[in-house]
């Protein structure tokens, strides 16, 4: 298995400014088209008017792009630049997106908003993306407490159905064993009582030890994006 | 706790497939421009033209819509028509979407790709997606071997990295003990090994169980869309 590469940009805080109001923009306004188009109950001929007219617009994106994925890189300055990640990506319309409160600790949390387009069963949150929510939530909170690792294992408890609407979500170190943290979280409902539980398990692999040991930047980062 | 309520709704085989080519039409097409809007390098005065006109369009789906979910619905001829579901929705851009095959033995799978909107660490699938598809399949294969529940516990297992691109899971149903139903199944990247494992126990909630004895429909659907 090939080491997954960390790319190096160079990139100041005015630039991330900037690529957070452009494309957390079009973010934006991509999540709100989505709800929007799952929602809808405008006539056939409007929503296929809509959809010739979007994917116009599609190929003005497509003019260029990137070959493959956004990838993850680290800025000269050690920001960490997460912009596609299925979670907290700023420039990605699939995630919540979750803004996620970092303590040294070893402890993150996170208030967020699931509507419509996360929805299991009906007026429900889904399990799974529970479970995608809390996996983000536990590795960012084993990275804060600066023993960072990938997921091993996660198992989930979920204690009664999550509705749709506001929810808020924490996680906590438990124990550091080496190359080995154990994390704890939980998710919330807008009446803050607990429905899902998660514990995790996340190892740091050896090839991310060597970077580490390769590039500080790596293991403490200054902040993430 | 209020149950969760499934809607009725009288549409004939001819209205369903003319949703899937309307609605299911809309989804795949705002699923290309998210991936587009994710992996542009075009300039930024294009970028927000784009998300200008983009909005305009979200507007004149506005007109008129749904007030919350999509929900679940089932037709008068026992059909399932979970289109707002986040991970098989026809209608949910955010969904993959899973095509399950489902099979009555309790086995569900399905292939599918993910693209640059599922990744986690650089160039992979973020562990939270693998989570979130295989809690969707484990389900589907409770349901279709006749014990359906809603999630009560999962525990994944990440064997190594899943590399971005095609995938296949599988789930089938380990064990059934009354109203709870144990299922296991496994992700598997492009080179077809294993990279994570799933293990779910699904529990089937008093009010389903009721709303089961009262109208089949529920229990047995004849076919999910």
Redesign the interface.
Same mark, same amino acid.
């Given at each position: 298995?090939a080491p997954?590469?960390?790319?190096q940009v160079d990139l100041t805080d005015d630039d991330l400014a900037?690529e957070r109001e452009? &494309?957390g =923009?079009?973010?934006a306004?991509?999540r709100?088209?989505?709800e #929007?188009?799952?929602?809808?109950?405008?006539d056939?001929a409007?929503?296929?008017d809509?959809?010739r007219?979007?994917?116009a617009?599609?190929e003005?994106?497509?003019?260029?792009?990137?070959e493959?994925?956004?990838?993850?890189s680290v800025t000269t300055h050690g920001v960490v630049r997460a912009?596609?990640?299925?979670?907290v990506?700023l420039?990605?319309?699939?995630a919540v997106p979750l803004d996620v409160q970092r303590d040294a600790s070893g402890r993150a949390g996170a208030a967020f908003h699931l509507?419509?387009? &996360?929805? =299991?069963?009906?007026?429900?949150v889904?399990?799974?993306?529970a #479970?995608?929510?809390?996996?983000?939530l536990l590795?960012e909170a084993a990275a804060a407490g600066g023993s960072p690792g990938?997921?091993?294992?996660?198992?989930?408890?979920?204690r009664?159905?999550t509705p749709?609407g506001d929810c808020s979500a924490e996680a906590w170190v438990e124990q550091v064993d080496g190359i080995k943290t154990t994390v704890r979280g939980v998710l919330r409902p807008a009446d803050g009582e607990t429905s899902v539980e998660a514990e995790g398990l996340f190892i740091l692999p050896r090839w991310a030890r060597e970077a580490m040991e390769r590039d500080q930047a790596h293991g403490r980062p200054i902040r993430f994006e």
């Amino acid at each position: 298995m090939a080491p997954i590469e960390y790319t190096q940009v160079d990139l100041t805080d005015d630039d991330l400014a900037r690529e957070r109001e452009v &494309y957390g =923009g079009l973010a934006a306004s991509t999540r709100a088209f989505a709800e #929007a188009s799952l929602r809808t109950t405008v006539d056939e001929a409007t929503v296929e008017d809509v959809r010739r007219q979007l994917d116009a617009l599609t190929e003005r994106l497509r003019a260029s792009e990137i070959e493959r994925s956004f990838g993850v890189s680290v800025t000269t300055h050690g920001v960490v630049r997460a912009h596609g990640n299925a979670v907290v990506g700023l420039r990605n319309p699939v995630a919540v997106p979750l803004d996620v409160q970092r303590d040294a600790s070893g402890r993150a949390g996170a208030a967020f908003h699931l509507g419509a387009l &996360y929805e =299991g069963p009906p007026g429900m949150v889904h399990g799974g993306v529970a #479970a995608l929510v809390l996996d983000q939530l536990l590795g960012e909170a084993a990275a804060a407490g600066g023993s960072p690792g990938m997921t091993g294992r996660l198992t989930l408890t979920y204690r009664r159905p999550t509705p749709l609407g506001d929810c808020s979500a924490e996680a906590w170190v438990e124990q550091v064993d080496g190359i080995k943290t154990t994390v704890r979280g939980v998710l919330r409902p807008a009446d803050g009582e607990t429905s899902v539980e998660a514990e995790g398990l996340f190892i740091l692999p050896r090839w991310a030890r060597e970077a580490m040991e390769r590039d500080q930047a790596h293991g403490r980062p200054i902040r993430f994006e």
